[in-house]
């Protein structure tokens, strides 16, 4: 890849997302005349279809941001160094490993639960130190995807095992999902 020009070189991931989005949006479904069949953007294809137009927008942006500044003769935008002596590399390993974890978690102690976890690690992750900020975002975030995902979409989402899904199913309860 160093033998590209630097133009070629900065532009080429972002527009490799683009191309990986496009591939991806005729994957969602083994047959696309599924698709078809259901009305409106709301549904089983709903949220890849809108997670794929935010890569292809943030990748858009990206590239749009590539081209000003190689056109104002910026070589590199210099980065602020993590804080509390942490690397990059550090962070980026911790927030996959948060990640991972999350993935584990959801079906053994369902998704309102690892939802609450993981959003409050992120922000933890990201500096916010604030127990109720934390609490708060957490919280909120997992009721709007709570909402989004199994009133709006209808999606079935892991309750979790044992007393994990009692524990879910009277939160649906309580939320006037179920």
């Avoid at 979409?153 to 009277?170: I, K, N, Y």
């Amino acid at each position: 890849m160093s033998q590209l020009p630097q133009g070629a070189r900065r532009l080429a991931p972002p527009f490799l997302f683009i191309l990986g989005a496009l591939v991806l949006s005729q994957m969602i479904v083994p047959d696309p005349e599924m698709l078809e069949m259901v009305p409106g953007p709301v549904g089983p294809a709903g949220w890849p279809r809108a997670m794929i137009a935010g890569i292809v927008l943030c990748s858009a942006i990206w590239a749009a941001r590539e081209i000003w500044l190689m056109r104002q003769g910026n070589r590199v935008v210099a980065e602020e160094p993590p804080a509390d002596g942490e690397t990059g590399n550090g962070l980026a390993l911790l927030g996959v490993g948060i990640v991972v974890l999350y993935g584990i978690a959801i079906p053994w102690i369902g998704f309102a639960l690892a939802t609450v976890l993981f959003i409050a690690g992120w922000c933890l992750l990201g500096g916010i130190r604030r127990p109720v900020l934390v609490a708060a975002v957490s919280v909120l975030g997992c009721l709007v995807l709570l909402y989004t995902f199994v009133m709006i979409a209808s999606m079935p989402l892991s309750r979790g095992v044992g007393v994990f899904d009692t524990a879910t199913v009277t939160l649906y309860t309580m939320l006037g999902i179920y």
